[in-house]
């Protein structure tokens, strides 16, 4: 039981370039989540899929798009990427228990666009 | 949308001692408040969680409170060992029609000095 895996580790690009992070989880969750963590600025949320088929706008969805490819894998996508996107890109997903809605998170990509 | 606003920023206590981090948020209808732990380099990590139907919920040396009426929730963090040291944030969760969002505070740096 991987847990949430994320692809790739590190990624280097260039302004303008584009690529997509990969995500998948093997606890059979509903819901997947796109984050962005920068320096001060906590976990900031990009997109989110509720279920299968489905995708929400989060607080910072500009310049991402997201696809939630099955229930296992939900990628986020930079289309033209800026330097403001480096950052730090986690995923997670959701659990429901009767007592919590727990969020467990990938390891992480770590991006740097120059 | 729901804000929540972490304190303090930073935050060094002596090996033994207690820390305690206080979140507020603005949403009347969140009600679900997980706290994660963060090394450096790592995940967030789920350390403790508080539903807002309960007030209090410990977990050996880690606690945490709620008050609903006036909208803030704290971790206390008891005889507090070098391993504590880490950052630490506090989320809150609302249910909605197109799934539930996280939203995180900013984090808080604890250092735990030997």
């Known amino acids: 039981n991987a847990g949430v895996t994320q692809t790739p580790k590190f990624q280097v690009l260039k302004t303008g370039q584009s690529m997509t992070l990969q995500c998948a989880q093997d606890?059979?969750?509903?819901?997947m989540y796109w984050y962005r963590q920068d320096p001060g600025m906590g976990l900031r949320l990009i997109y989110y899929s509720a279920s299968e088929g489905t995708t929400d706008k989060g607080e910072v969805p500009n310049g991402y798009n997201v696809s939630r490819l099955n229930k296992r894998e939900f990628s986020l996508r930079l289309e033209s990427a800026a330097p403001s996107q480096t950052s730090v890109y986690f995923c997670a997903s959701r659990s429901y228990r009767a007592r919590g809605e727990t969020q467990y998170f990938g390891p992480g990509t770590r991006l740097l666009v120059l | 949308g729901e804000n929540v606003e972490q304190h303090p920023s930073t935050l060094s206590v002596q090996e033994g001692d207690s820390a305690v981090i206080k979140c507020t948020y603005s949403d009347s209808a969140s009600n679900y408040f997980p706290w994660y732990k963060q090394e450096l380099g790592k995940r967030p990590q789920l350390i403790i969680d508080i539903r807002s139907n309960v007030g209090e919920k410990k977990d050996q040396r880690i606690a945490v409170t709620l008050n609903k009426t006036a909208k803030h929730f704290s971790l206390h963090i008891t005889e507090t060992q070098p391993e504590d040291s880490a950052v630490y944030f506090c989320a809150a969760s609302a249910p909605s029609n197109t799934g539930n969002q996280f939203y995180f505070g900013t984090g808080t740096s604890l250092t735990v000095i030997p």
């Open positions: 606890m059979n969750h509903n819901s």
